[in-house]
């Protein structure tokens, strides 16, 4: 047996642990400080399910446990219940999609990993840095080569092609951890450039519902020519509070082909529709979200449902502006928090991103996430989110003022 070496490439992931050891040590070091460090860290939500959600999930557990509404094995792709409910939820947005190009999963995560399946060892992957880890290390995984995009300030955190070539094109927005959000007119030189390169775009939309603003895309199929070049990752984890219940959805258009490779040599020709591809892949190796997770999912796309979740979507942006609003006062850049969940920072009097986190853990018992574990160019900056208590944000933000305007407003 040979062991899949490429796994030896990817790096260890120290960051969470590395975090909670110092957040650890501070605390026995400082015991009479301990229950006074506030996490901005996470990037988990505390708001538990809408009450329309769990309704539906009690009612589908006491489905099945009667015989005559028990359900067994469900299709692997999702029910229809679901899927067409996702079809009218991307009406509303002007998008027409089929319930066939639906597929329901148990969240972004393990279909942005499992669908590198269908692709080949040989493409190169183009993915921007600093990075959501799992595009980076599912790739790596798989040994291909990756070439790393700059999202610095100086493109607003959303890169546009480059010169290269790449067959496949990691895109994410709005994004982790940066809050960046691309505009149509970035999206578009990205399915351009994918069009021309017959590339493919995975774009992963997990916090599309963080969106505020106007005539900013919550969807790549907002683009013309997408559903050619386009799969869209999408999440409940974030928008409607699955993170632990597990449930998400993928978009694999039925006009996204490929070209058949001359050297196979097989027989037939036309070319190789991915649909299909992700149907036989999932069916073969997935088998299905439970039906009362679904049938929770299916409640998140009421009018009622959209309303809750909106509740609670409202709570963490209302903290992401108290943040935003204690960076503008304080000045000290950033991106996002309008449009995302998430507060990129840059770290004041040019210290690391360790060294930041240490100085806010020290002197105002906070803790974030330094930006160098999302790559390098994360070095320098540090990621707040919104996904706290609204009491504990507004304290939190309220030493950072102390701190850094000097005052003595503690
Ligand atoms: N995509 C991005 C960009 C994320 O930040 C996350 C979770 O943090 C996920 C996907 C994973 O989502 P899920 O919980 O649906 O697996």
């Excluded at 683009?223 to 974030?238: P, V």
């Excluded at 000045?331 to 986190?357: D, Q, R, T, V």
Aim: glycine share 8%; proline share 4%; hydrophobic share 35%.
């Amino acid at each position: 047996m040979k062991a899949n070496e490429n796994y030896l490439n990817v790096k260890e992931s120290y960051l969470f642990s590395d975090i909670a050891k110092r957040v650890n040590n501070f605390m026995e070091e400082n015991p009479d400080k301990k229950d006074k460090v506030i996490r901005l860290g996470i990037g988990d939500v505390t708001l538990p399910l809408a009450p329309v959600v769990v309704e539906a999930m009690t009612k589908a557990v006491a489905e099945m446990g009667v015989k005559e509404t028990f359900r067994g094995y469900g299709p692997e792709q999702g029910y229809d219940f679901l899927r067409n409910k996702i079809v009218e939820y991307y009406k509303k947005n002007i998008i027409s999609i089929e319930a066939d190009e639906v597929f329901i999963s148990d969240g972004a995560k393990s279909d942005v990993g499992n669908i590198t399946d269908l692709f080949d060892k040989e493409n190169t992957v183009m993915i921007p840095d600093p990075v959501y880890p799992v595009y980076v290390d599912t790739n790596i995984m798989n040994g291909r080569k990756i070439i790393f995009l700059n999202a610095t300030d100086e493109n607003d955190f959303c890169p546009t092609p480059i010169g290269e070539k790449a067959d496949i094109i990691y895109l994410c927005s709005p994004n982790n951890p940066t809050g960046a959000v691309y505009t149509k007119e970035k999206l578009r030189q990205w399915v351009d450039y994918a069009l021309a390169n017959d590339a493919v775009i995975l774009f992963d939309a997990a916090y599309e519902l963080f969106i505020t603003e106007d005539n900013l895309p919550r969807s790549i199929y907002e683009i013309d020519g997408a559903k050619r070049c386009a799969i869209e990752f999408c999440s409940l984890s974030k928008t409607a509070g699955f993170t632990g219940t597990r449930c998400g959805y993928t978009i694999v258009p039925h006009d996204l082909k490929v070209k058949r490779s001359k050297l196979l040599g097989r027989k037939g020709d036309g070319d190789i529709s991915l649909n299909k591809m992700w149907l036989r892949r999932q069916t073969t190796k997935f088998n299905g979200v439970s039906y009362i997770v679904q049938r929770g999912a299916e409640a998140v796309f009421t009018e009622e449902g959209q309303k809750q979740i909106r509740e609670n979507l409202g709570y963490y942006q209302q903290n992401a502006k108290v943040i935003a609003d204690t960076m503008t006062e304080l000045g000290i850049e950033f991106a996002g928090g309008i449009n995302s969940p998430y507060i990129w920072l840059k770290c004041p009097n040019h210290m690391g991103s360790w060294e930041f986190f240490d100085y806010l853990l020290e002197n105002i018992m906070v803790v974030g996430t330094p930006g160098a574990g999302f790559g390098k160019n994360g070095e320098g900056y540090f990621r707040l989110t919104s996904f706290g208590d609204k009491d504990k944000t507004i304290e939190a933000m309220k030493r950072f003022k102390a701190l850094f305007s000097g005052s003595s407003e503690e």
